[in-house]
């Protein structure tokens, strides 16, 4: 039997460079035995040998199981893909985004680009690229939903609800500007998003009722579909705004999951000529902005229409005679 206590004493005997070492050839791989299951998978469903017992078997949601195949399914026309994964660049999560992006035509570009992306970035870069059929779009419709019921538990109001495409964007433009208007009072912390959405449910539920003094009083929903603007000056409107964070919707730095509370920043700052146009501006958290130019010492590089498009650099690389860096 395998002694767990016998293994970490022995690791604990070990120097610091060693382990960190082993850990990047033990991940290396298991990315490699990943990439062999897959092509035991492709052969397997070759052969009908495949379906939603596997998951049953090896402990997996079924969701898994044809996550799984269509990778393997991809993979065959994907050369590059596969040998990125075979090299250990890719973590299974960006292996199956990459692969849903990809195609024989694109496969070396997302061999190369797939590896610096965050899978939550590679997954949403998927989802928008992908383009739903009518059929799609009638079963999302017919599966909206919406429960709701009271805990014993806890004694709350508890429920979960799924909205289609434009509804669900509708619902998340509104209590998004909901939740906006709820700013703290000067030197107060802001309340966790959570809490705020829960108040903007409230707001919503107010206005219905008729309170004119709601939150929610005045809000219209704004689904933006296709937008195209440009500004000279410092101020940001909102509708340039709302195009800017309709791009990827998330905070621009590699690998930043934050989508709420995001701040717009000019890639070359006003005071260094920086236009205020939607090529030069990104989404980005409170923590990340503070560390950016022109009050940071870093500065944000590239394509911000792209996923994997920007990169925090010193402030130096991007403009020489700043100075170095603190």
């Not at 496969?107 to 590896?115: F, L």
Request: hydrophobic share 40%.
């Amino acid at each position: 039997m395998f002694d767990l206590t016998e293994t970490l004493d022995d690791l604990r005997c070990r120097p610091l460079a060693w382990l960190h070492a082993e850990r990047i050839r033990l991940r290396d791989e298991r990315r490699r035995l990943h990439l062999r299951e897959l092509a035991v998978t492709r052969i397997l469903d070759e052969r009908g040998a495949i379906d939603d017992t596997l998951a049953a078997a090896d402990g997996i949601d079924p969701r898994d199981v044809r996550a799984t195949l269509e990778t393997a399914r991809a993979l065959e026309s994907l050369p590059h893909l596969a040998a990125a994964a075979a090299d250990g660049r890719l973590s299974p999560g960006q292996l199956h985004a990459a692969a849903q992006l990809a195609d024989p035509t694109t496969d070396a570009e997302w061999a190369e680009r797939a590896p610096r992306c965050a899978p939550a970035d590679l997954a949403c870069e998927a989802r928008t690229r992908r383009v739903p059929t009518a059929d799609d779009t009638r079963r999302r419709f017919e599966a909206r939903s919406l429960r709701y019921w009271w805990s014993d538990r806890t004694g709350m109001l508890e429920g979960r609800f799924a909205l289609p495409d434009l509804l669900g964007a509708e619902f998340e433009s509104v209590v998004q500007q909901i939740t906006e208007r709820m700013r703290p009072a000067r030197g107060q912390p802001w309340e966790p998003h959570d809490r705020r959405a829960a108040d903007a449910l409230v707001a919503l539920a107010r206005r219905a009722r008729g309170d004119s003094t709601t939150l929610a009083e005045g809000i219209v929903p704004k689904v933006l579909v296709t937008v195209a603007l440009s500004r000279s000056t410092r101020t940001i409107s909102p509708r340039l705004r709302n195009a800017v964070l309709a791009r990827t919707g998330r905070c621009a730095w590699p690998g930043c999951p934050v989508r709420h509370g995001l701040e717009l920043h000019h890639l070359v700052p006003v005071s260094h000529g920086g236009p205020t146009v939607a090529a030069n501006l990104a989404p980005v958290c409170a923590p990340h902005h503070r560390r950016l130019v022109p009050h940071g010492t870093l500065a944000l590089v590239g394509n911000p229409a792209r996923v994997d498009g920007l990169r925090p650099v010193r402030d130096t690389e991007t403009h020489p005679d700043s100075g170095p860096a603190p």
